[in-house]
């Protein structure tokens, strides 16, 4: 079974261009997270879908920031203008809603913004 | 809110060493628990969990139960080799269906 899908894997852009994350999640999985993940620290939520719905995105910074869940399956998720700041990987992954289960990761998309 | 508190590194231990990572959580009602495992320029892998009350999770030889009267959630492993080196991520998952990580714990095992 193909596990989450993330591309590109790395990205270099100048800032205030603008830059998309895609991911794939896991087949059968409902729930999407995207993660921001800051050297040296844990992941952080961005955005979280339950099917087409965007659940929670209180730590999303909406003046930048924008996502999409496309038919509750692959999901993208844009920052236009990037700053220096956002220098970051960018984590997406997928569970099953409700229950107990795990959080299952893709490799991560590093973003570098100079 | 809900969050995770894990012990700060870097830990580096020889081979063949006893390891312990510590993990405390803060949640409402009853969380599921993880440790998850980062290799370097990789996603997070999980390791083990644990999903009730006196529950031991292990994989690889790395153990960890959960304690819910110390709110608890220690890895261990009693032997560790070099490629056990990561950094390794304690989270929970609570019944609203949210994840929250500690910070991450940097291992490196030398030979």
């Known amino acids: 079974e193909a596990g989450v899908v993330q591309s590109p894997r790395y990205k270099i852009i100048e800032k205030k261009q603008p830059v998309a994350f895609w991911c794939n999640p896991i087949?059968?999985?409902?729930?999407l997270y995207w993660y921001r993940q800051n050297l040296g620290q844990g992941p952080e939520l961005l955005i979280r879908y339950e099917n087409e719905e965007a659940v929670d995105d209180s730590q999303l910074p909406k003046d930048r920031f924008s996502a999409e869940r496309l038919k509750g399956v692959d999901s993208t998720l844009k920052i236009q203008p990037a700053e220096l700041g956002d220098s970051a990987v960018y984590l997406c992954a997928s569970s099953f809603v409700g229950g107990f289960t795990e959080a299952f990761f893709g490799q991560g998309t590093r973003l570098t913004v100079v | 809110g809900d969050s995770v508190t894990q012990m700060e590194g870097p830990v580096t231990l020889s081979e063949e060493a006893f390891l312990t990572i510590n993990c405390t959580y803060t949640?409402?009602?009853?969380?599921?628990l993880f440790w998850y495992v980062q290799y370097p320029g990789e996603g997070l892998q999980l390791l083990l969990k644990?999903?009730?009350?006196?529950d031991k999770g292990s994989n690889k030889g790395f153990e960890a139960t959960y304690r819910k009267e110390t709110t608890s959630f220690h890895l261990e492993k009693g032997s560790v080799q070099v490629s056990d080196s990561a950094v390794y991520f304690c989270a929970l998952r609570n019944t609203g269906n949210q994840f929250y990580f500690g910070t991450g714990t940097s291992l490196t095992v030398i030979p």
């Open positions: 949640a409402t009602g009853y969380p599921s």
């Open positions: 087949s059968g999985h409902n729930t």
């Open positions: 644990a999903t009730k009350a006196d």
